[in-house]
């Protein structure tokens, strides 16, 4: 029940769902892929089966967002059984991570090392039942209804046509088959329909979006955005967010933001839903139109083909509790299971006529994938904020976020890399004083210290492109299977010199920012964060005109299989340096119109 | 690590030797939080020898002073005694028992008894000795002060008194709109606007309350 009294809608047990049918659209995965395509495709008036492998969450019992610390029994931490991988494990152990941990039964992945992990740590996959193999690589999973919309970090970006248009720019790569023209309209539309919070700031490479009320900015982000705007051209904007401030007439899921600052606190986890999640924003509504079907508990681990059409059928899945195998028919298929899960599945569905894994006969799926680098990251103090009366600083979700300002023209030119990078940051007082694990000392000194200092904090950090390259690939391992006897994804990825030489580029950058700020830098981190820790893996099944070099139609349809579809970040050509799940959503909205157009026509 | 992080040797002098002086002043409520540790009793893992001196080093840590209680008032080493006996990481939990037994360790080799048996100025001595090295740990007492310091602070700013006594901490709570930090009666700087920036002229109206 929510805490505001918000509707909610329970999904059928998974058995009772009706397989015999053979639906218009299979959906496989319900993250911001799935879900929107379940909108997309149901207010065409299309049936469509949603598949996903994982429970639907009692999101308001589990997530709690408004608990304090004290009432619950490990102020917010896991249990012992649990064990969450951390950057140091990362780095030197090498997949599969859970192999060396036998003492304890559930392992997760490093999302879960913020505050509040308790509440939301079963959200994730237990690494002992999923592994994977390879190269080091922080592969983040989540397998219930919404999948890692239940926990994302909100900040909302569109792309521009110096992402699309990267190749032309500088030369490196190819560029994508669409434009800004092509993409705008789907983010209008997905601004509207699940709303936005931000400030217009007019930046040709980095287009605004159709804003509901922003956040404010703390006073030195207030302070940050004129000096850095007069001396450096700068642009500090509060953290455009997928929240709604002002709420949405068109959903009763959702309620509005009201500061409560949880999403900030929790590992994600909005209990009135104001942070968009896929199951309120977009699978319940669909839910309503009485288009939609949804199968919780299914793993899929293949996609079904007619020998006589060279069609895709459906898919082969495996209940994730009974175990039992199962077939789901549908005229379309769509995978929306997460970048690499979508691709894992194209290669696991191998057969005699897809000898390289289904839709691969240009031999790209598993390459380029790409993501963003982290772990450049600046802390400091406002002085001027030391000891300042008290206010509620962190009733919002997000802080700050500067836009890229490299390799933008001649002048912002990068020295020795290309592409670009975003700084995200915050300041002001939070519920935990972070600097107390940090300032020296004890005793009253020590204390005070941590009081006068609670609100006088900030920090700052980078995310940047990393780019696509063919050799940075998945495949299948050839022995390792999971839990579920499917073989799993092996890693052969690394960052490249542009991304080590970007990531000192992001030091002196954030170093500069707090000089001219007048700030006073406590502490430098220069590394990046083990491959994949952004969460935000793309690629492996880009999108091109040409199915030569590409795995998908610029409406991301399979070159090879017409009524194949893979509508996550899979069909990515470059990752920009954007969080992407507001451009997922947009494309996937784009793609599901023309699915459904195609599908009326009879071209599927 | 820059010099506003770390106290100095004089700082920590000056603030020990006015801890007495501010104790006087304590009110009756902070006084009552300071109170004497209650008879030892063994921890659900920590023996009740062990946990006493926890308690007190939490204590010395984070102690009660006139805006709150310390890290005794908050039960900081009850709650870290609750996550050894439940922990399943037996090196873990063993070497709690051996940073304790460093204490007691450095206290014989300072003053020639046990920590709990030594005077409150010779607390604050062995204080400053098992701290000197925070920020580069060299020997095992280093090691043990940073973890003990680590975990009490942990479990104190998460602690009730330590949230909304010592910090007033204000968010947790529905309002109806973050209209971002009080800086009034003038901004902290003079490019800065009151109240935060971005308000749009006209707020648009909101559509939906719970």
């Known amino acids: ?333 769509v995978l929306a299971a997460s970048t690499l899960e979508s691709t894992r599945l194209l290669l696991l569905s191998k057969s005699r006529q897809h000898p390289n894994g289904l839709a691969n006969s240009s031999g790209h799926l598993g390459r380029n994938l790409c993501e963003h680098v982290l772990g450049p990251r600046v802390h400091g103090i406002d002085k001027d904020r030391i000891g300042a009366k008290r206010s509620n600083e962190d009733g919002r979700p997000g802080g700050f976020y500067i836009p890229r300002f490299r390799n933008l023209d001649e002048k912002s030119k990068g020295k020795d890399f290309i592409r670009g990078y975003g700084l995200e940051g915050s300041s002001g007082q939070e519920m935990f004083p972070e600097d107390a694990l940090k300032l020296a000392g004890y005793g009253q000194a020590y204390k005070k210290k941590v009081r006068d200092h609670a609100g006088a904090f900030l920090y700052m950090y980078g995310l940047g492109e990393v780019l696509p390259r063919y050799e940075n690939r998945v495949d299948l391992d050839p022995r390792v299977k999971d839990a579920f006897g499917i073989p799993v994804l092996r890693f052969n990825y690394q960052y490249g010199d542009n991304e080590k030489k970007m990531c000192a580029d992001m030091v002196t950058s954030m170093q500069e920012a707090f000089a001219t700020s007048g700030f006073e830098i406590t502490r430098v981190d220069r590394d990046p964060l083990t491959e994949g820790s952004s969460v935000h893996e793309l690629g492996t099944a880009r999108m091109g005109n040409d199915p030569k070099t590409s795995v998908l139609n610029p409406f991301l349809q399979s070159h090879d299989v017409k009524n194949l579809f893979v509508v996550d970040g899979a069909g990515f050509v470059s990752a920009a340096c954007q969080n992407p799940t507001w451009t997922i959503m947009a494309l996937c909205w784009r793609s599901c119109d023309y699915l459904a157009g195609e599908l009326k026509r009879g071209e599927l | 690590m820059s010099s506003e992080d770390a106290i100095t040797r004089r700082q920590a002098l000056a603030v020990t030797a006015g801890a007495a002086a501010a104790a006087a002043t304590l009110p009756e409520a902070a006084l009552a939080q300071v109170a004497k540790p209650v008879a030892p009793a063994a921890g659900k893992f920590l023996s009740a020898h062990e946990l006493a001196i926890l308690d007190e080093v939490a204590e010395l840590i984070i102690p009660a002073d006139p805006q709150s209680g310390g890290a005794r008032a908050a039960k900081c080493a009850e709650y870290i005694d609750a996550r050894l006996a439940e922990s399943i990481d037996p090196l873990w939990r063993q070497s709690w028992k051996d940073d304790l037994a460093e204490i007691d360790a450095v206290a014989s080799e300072m003053f020639g008894k046990p920590f709990l048996n030594v005077s409150p100025a010779e607390r604050q001595k062995l204080m400053e000795r098992i701290s000197r090295n925070e920020k580069s740990p060299k020997e095992n007492i280093d090691h043990s002060f940073v973890t003990i310091k680590w975990w009490v602070a942990e479990a104190y700013y998460t602690s009730k008194i330590g949230i909304h006594d010592e910090l007033q901490y204000q968010g947790n709570v529905y309002i109806d709109e973050f209209i971002g930090t009080d800086i009034s009666p003038k901004p902290a700087r003079a490019s800065d606007k009151v109240g935060g920036d971005h308000r749009p002229a006209d707020p648009p109206a909101v559509e939906s309350k719970p």
Not at chain 1, 210 to 234: F, S, T
Not at chain 1, 245 to 274: M, P, Q, W
Not at chain 1, 325 to 331: E, G, L, R, T
């Open chain 1, 1 to 333: 029940m929510s805490p505001i009294g918000l509707p909610t809608v329970k999904l059928p047990e998974p058995a009772t769902v009706d397989l015999t049918k053979v639906y218009d659209v299979l959906v496989v995965g319900s993250g911001a892929a799935g879900g929107m395509a379940a909108h997309a495709l149901t207010s065409h008036g299309l049936d469509v089966l949603l598949l996903e492998a994982g429970r639907q969450v009692d999101f308001e019992a589990e997530v709690n967002s408004m608990e304090w610390p004290y009432h619950h029994p490990r102020r917010g931490k896991l249990p012992p059984d649990t064990y969450v991988l951390n950057e140091m494990d990362y780095k030197r152990l090498k997949p599969p991570y859970a192999q060396t941990l036998g003492r304890y039964t559930n392992v997760v992945s490093w999302q879960q090392l913020g505050e509040g992990p308790d509440y939301t740590k079963q959200f994730f996959v237990n690494e002992k039942e999923h592994p994977y193999t390879g190269t080091n690589f922080s592969w983040v999973r989540s397998r219930v209804l919404g999948g890692k919309t239940n926990v994302w970090g909100r900040l909302s970006l569109r792309l521009s046509d110096y992402d699309f248009k990267a190749a032309s720019r500088d030369g490196y790569g190819v560029d994508w088959p669409i434009s800004y023209a092509d993409v705008a309209p789907y983010y209008d539309k997905v601004d509207r329909y699940l709303g936005i919070s931000g400030v217009t700031e007019n930046l040709p490479w980095l287009p605004d979006s159709i804003y509901q009320r922003p956040m404010r900015l703390n006073p030195a982000e207030v302070h940050m955005r004129g000096v850095l705007g007069d001396k450096k051209g700068w642009v500090v904007t509060p953290f455009r967010l997928g929240v709604t401030t002002e709420g949405l007439a068109h959903n009763k899921y959702r309620s509005r933001c009201f500061g409560r600052g949880a999403c900030f606190r929790r590992v994600g986890g909005c209990d009135i839903h104001a942070a968009f999640d896929s199951p309120t924003g977009l699978i319940y509504p669909a839910w309503d139109t009485g288009h939609l079907t949804v199968r919780t508990n299914a793993t899929v681990h293949q996609v079904l083909m007619d020998a006589n059409t060279g069609k895709a059928s459906g898919v082969a899945f495996i209940d994730t509790a009974t175990k039992k195998s199962y077939d789901a028919k549908a005229k379309v298929v």
